[in-house]
């Protein structure tokens, strides 16, 4: 199995903030690597698909970069809606694997 | 509107079995394939088993190998987990998700929680 290992386990950050979560995969997956939020008591939500591609509906200040190992998430200002846990996700190869996640809280 | 609704979950004793069920609605449940993931309390998010848009391909965790079986009837638009022999640590909320283009999980359901405790 493919081990995501994210960084870091939490942050704490303000309204208007630029954030950013790393992630890094055990071995190469090219670009199939995905995000995710979660809110407490919800189902996660996809955010960013194959490294970079933002998914129907969701806001332009987030976006996605990176390749091979090494990913990133950036908030670019952040917003109260926005505090919740990330997760990142590898689809290169079965099973999909998820980074243990980052809790993004009001500082 | 992509719907997914969970059933099934509930308190089941250690060795005991439950049976979780996913239906879906708005969407055609043959052009996916099927996955479940389940969230233990305060913890993050594990693959569990899929099973591809025929049926004819099923994959399992190592965690769970051997004790749940996923099935799906796409006449019925519906997706199954059958869990056997379960354990505290299977203790989670469970969601059916669809794998959809780029081999993302695009659509969750709302989870459904099994608890395994005597």
Redesign the interface.
Do not use: C, I
């Given at each position: 199995d493919i081990q995501m290992t994210q960084s870091p386990s939490s942050l704490s950050a303000s309204v208007g903030d630029r954030v950013t979560v790393t992630c890094r995969a055990g071995q190469n997956v090219r670009s199939?690597l995905?995000w995710?939020q979660?809110k407490v008591g919800r189902?996660?939500?996809?955010l960013i698909?194959?490294a970079s591609?933002l998914?129907s509906g969701v806001p332009s200040r987030f976006s996605g970069s990176g390749s091979g190992t090494d990913f990133t998430l950036t908030i670019s200002s952040l917003q109260p809606e926005d505090f919740a846990t990330y997760?990142c996700?590898q689809?290169?190869s079965?099973?999909?694997?998820?980074?243990?996640?980052t809790k993004l809280e009001i500082k | 509107e992509v719907q997914l609704v969970e059933s099934g979950g509930g308190l089941v004793q250690p060795g005991g079995s439950l049976r979780l069920s996913c239906s879906a609605s708005g969407f055609t449940l043959t052009t996916y394939a099927m996955?479940w993931v389940r969230q233990a309390p305060g913890k993050?998010?594990?693959?569990v088993s899929?099973i591809s848009s025929s049926g004819g391909s099923t994959?399992y965790?190592d965690s769970v190998k051997d004790r749940f079986t996923i099935s799906r009837d796409n006449s019925k638009n519906t997706v199954h987990l059958q869990m056997s022999s379960l354990r505290p640590e299977d203790t989670a909320i469970y969601?059916c998700v669809t794998r959809g283009d780029?081999?993302?999980?695009?659509h969750?359901?709302?989870?459904i929680l099994v608890t395994v405790s005597s």
């Open positions: 199939y995905n995710y979660q189902a996660p939500r996809l698909y194959a591609n998914q997760y996700q689809s290169f079965t099973p999909y694997t998820f980074g243990q996640g | 996955h993050g998010l594990e693959f899929a994959y965790a969601y780029y081999y993302v999980y695009d969750w359901g709302q989870g």
